[in-house]
């Protein structure tokens, strides 16, 4: 079965290259190329792609926006940023806005095709030299999030609402008022970002705190 990609790049040299690539293959057709993503909605609706092809620096909006816009109009619709640039705000700012993967234009013809692939196929294509800063990012803010500054007595009662204790219970438990039981887990919240016994119990379980 041939897949629709469709491509947005400022740069008409690119369009034509990529549109004679796609158009090579024995799995691709190019359904659309287009300059910019002043029209995306209308562009995108009419040419029914399977895939987006998407540069990050356009003039007017840019690719990031662009995808968001995919994202919020075409939910299931694979996105694939194409660039020149590694910089992290770019990189994250893609992945938060929803695109799919994230490849250099000096990805060789055979891994960029590989990589239209994989995306169609729910997978996140990324060159190898992104996903080690993504790697890295997110090992990064792993480490960050694993001390709170949580007391032993905040671990405690953290422990305890992560059993389903009531205030009253865990006063009871750790012999101490209810008001100090309520001041605790406001100091609770207040380290771990979170506004509600939810919240909190939620992020404890998937941060192992207790």
Same mark, same amino acid.
């Given at each position: 079965?041939?897949?629709?990609?469709?491509?947005?790049?400022?740069?008409?040299?690119?369009?034509?290259?990529?549109?004679?690539? *796609?158009?090579?293959?024995?799995?691709? #057709?190019?359904?659309?190329?287009? $300059?910019?993503?002043?029209?995306?909605? =209308?562009?995108?609706?009419?040419?029914? /792609?399977?895939?987006?092809?998407?540069?990050?620096?356009?003039?007017?909006?840019?690719? #990031?926006?662009?995808?968001?816009?995919?994202?919020?109009?075409?939910?299931? *619709? $694979?996105?694939?940023?194409?660039?020149?640039?590694?910089?992290?705000?770019?990189?994250?700012?893609?992945?938060?806005?929803?695109?799919?993967?994230?490849? *250099?234009?000096?990805?060789? /013809?055979?891994?960029?095709?590989?990589?239209?692939?994989?995306?169609?196929?729910?997978?996140? $294509?990324?060159?190898?030299?992104?996903?080690?800063?993504?790697?890295?990012?997110?090992?990064?803010?792993?480490?960050? +999030?694993?001390?709170?500054?949580?007391?032993?007595?905040?671990?405690?009662?953290?422990?305890?609402?992560?059993?389903?204790?009531?205030?009253?219970? #865990?006063? =009871?438990?750790?012999?101490?008022?209810?008001?100090?039981?309520?001041?605790?887990?406001?100091?609770?919240?207040? +380290?771990?970002?979170?506004?509600?016994?939810?919240?909190?119990?939620?992020?404890?379980?998937?941060?192992?705190?207790?």
């Amino acid at each position: 079965m041939t897949s629709r990609i469709i491509v947005f790049d400022d740069n008409q040299e690119r369009l034509n290259s990529v549109a004679m690539l *796609l158009n090579l293959s024995a799995d691709f #057709i190019c359904a659309g190329t287009f $300059p910019n993503a002043g029209n995306l909605v =209308a562009d995108i609706t009419a040419s029914k /792609p399977d895939l987006v092809l998407m540069d990050i620096d356009m003039p007017g909006l840019d690719g #990031i926006e662009a995808t968001r816009l995919v994202r919020k109009h075409f939910d299931a *619709l $694979p996105v694939l940023i194409q660039t020149n640039f590694e910089e992290d705000d770019r990189i994250f700012g893609s992945l938060r806005a929803g695109a799919n993967g994230y490849l *250099l234009k000096k990805t060789s /013809p055979e891994r960029f095709l590989e990589s239209l692939r994989e995306a169609l196929d729910g997978g996140a $294509p990324m060159t190898g030299s992104i996903a080690a800063r993504v790697l890295r990012h997110f090992s990064a803010e792993s480490e960050a +999030k694993k001390d709170y500054h949580l007391t032993e007595r905040e671990k405690q009662i953290l422990g305890f609402l992560v059993k389903g204790y009531s205030y009253k219970l #865990i006063a =009871a438990e750790c012999t101490i008022s209810y008001n100090t039981v309520n001041n605790h887990i406001r100091n609770i919240y207040d +380290k771990l970002y979170v506004n509600s016994a939810t919240e909190a119990v939620s992020l404890a379980i998937k941060e192992r705190l207790v």
